[in-house]
Every structure is written in structure tokens, then in C-alpha cells.
């Protein structure tokens, strides 16, 4: 079930602007994942982090796994109009899997 | 590589009947997951298939029920459908031998219950 805290909910940016998001948890987890999702669409895989502490890539976008394994954030550099969509968090511990409530992002060209 | 394929993609059925969703995973994915997405309640796991064997279950009610084929296609199947089942079905497939490795989802089946 859904047991993750994502924040922001909502995000209203102008095309250009950085954005951050983030996610926090009462559980540890041995994996976070970022994943966008396009309405009518599943979600797609942005970024898998694996380690406590790892900063990882992906184009304009940086996912860190936090140190206490209970947090992540994601961030957007130079932002798109085509970065609309919602962001989804997403916690692993061994067959547990949750997922953040999402964070729906609004770019205005 | 083919993605994770769903079918239908949408569905419009009445209240008492009976659905069955198909999902076929990537090529060489053994493990399917499936998940209820509704705008109110967010992603909510079903359960998971490896090998043709339920894995882990969530918390949905014994109307939902799933397989699991020796080609790792996946059905799931919703008895006697409730207003309430109304919302975007998704399959993900996963490459490990465990849930814990990265999910690949498919783009849904949007059910509708009337």
C-alpha cells in the first residue's frame, strides 16, 4: 500500500525552472525508484538507486538515495514543457514494494 | 525489446460481472506484478507471480485473483465486479528473481464497472 510521503503534491514551474521533489518514509528500503507517468499511461522508469547515500543521473535528472535509507529526492534541471506528468516514488524492502501518492508537475512554456 | 504489453486497454463492464485482464511481461521476465491505481487511493499492489506460483498478495479482497503461465504471461481475474473496482489496472515485469529489482510496467487496463 501506499505508505510513502511525497512532497510536493502539485507543482505549478515556467519552462527553464529546477525542480525538486522528495520522499520520505517510518521504513527502510533497500531500493528507491522514480518513475513519470503520462495520464492514460503507465508509469516509466526514471532512475533505480541502490545504495545509501548513491547520487545518481539520468540526462536532467538526479535521484539520490538518502543516508538513514528512509528518504529520496529527485531532481529536474532546465525544465521542458514534456516533463508534464506525474513523478511517483517508489520504496523497496525484499518483496515490499510502496509507492508515493505522486507529485504532479505543471511546466508553462 | 517489446515492453510490457496489457490487453484490453479499456473495459466497460456491469456491476456483478466478471473480468479477466492479460498481461505479457518483457522477454525473459519471470516475475508480474499487478497494481490498482485509482485517483483517490494511488498504487495499491494486488500480487505478484514467479514461476507460475503467487509470491506475495496485498490487501484486496478474495474477488481478485491472478495466474501466472509457463511463458510468464500473467491473467488476473475480478469476480463479481463492485463499483468500487473502477480504475487503471497496471502489470509490471521484473527481470530478478526477486520483486526487488527494478519493475517495468505496462500501460494499464482501464476498467470501468457501471
Known amino acids: 500500500g501506499q505508505q510513502l510521503n511525497q512532497s510536493p503534491q502539485s507543482m505549478f514551474i515556467q519552462e527553464g525552472e529546477d525542480v525538486s521533489m522528495n520522499c520520505t518514509s517510518s521504513s527502510i528500503f533497500n531500493t528507491w525508484l522514480w518513475y513519470k507517468q503520462d495520464p492514460g499511461e503507465g508509469p516509466v522508469l526514471l532512475i533505480a538507486?541502490?545504495?545509501?547515500?548513491e547520487l545518481t543521473s539520468n540526462g536532467r535528472l538526479t535521484a539520490q538515495f538518502g543516508i538513514t535509507r528512509k528518504d529520496s529526492f529527485l531532481n529536474i534541471s532546465a525544465s521542458i514543457p514534456s516533463d508534464v506528468g506525474i513523478y511517483f516514488c517508489a520504496g523497496q524492502l525484499l518483496r515490499d514494494m510502496r509507492f508515493g501518492a505522486g507529485t504532479r508537475l505543471t511546466v508553462k512554456p | 525489446k517489446a515492453g510490457v504489453t496489457q490487453t484490453p486497454r479499456y473495459l466497460i463492464k456491469t456491476r456483478g460481472q466478471q473480468v479477466t485482464l492479460s498481461c505479457s511481461p518483457i522477454s525473459g521476465h519471470r516475475s508480474v506484478s499487478w497494481y490498482q491505481q485509482t485517483p483517490g487511493q494511488g498504487l495499491q499492489f494486488l500480487f505478484e507471480?514467479?514461476?507460475?506460483?503467487?509470491?506475495n498478495k496485498g490487501n484486496f479482497p478474495g474477488r481478485f485473483s491472478g495466474r501466472q503461465f509457463s511463458n510468464s504471461r500473467s491473467e488476473m481475474n475480478v469476480s463479481t465486479l463492485e463499483l468500487g473496482d473502477s480504475a487503471l489496472y497496471l502489470c509490471?515485469?521484473?527481470?530478478?528473481?526477486?520483486?526487488?529489482?527494478?519493475?517495468?510496467f505496462g500501460p494499464g487496463t482501464r476498467l470501468t464497472v457501471t
Open positions: 507471480y514467479f514461476s507460475e506460483t503467487q509470491r
Open positions: 509490471a515485469s521484473s527481470s530478478g528473481w526477486d520483486i526487488s529489482y527494478e519493475q517495468y
Open positions: 538507486l541502490y545504495k545509501a547515500g
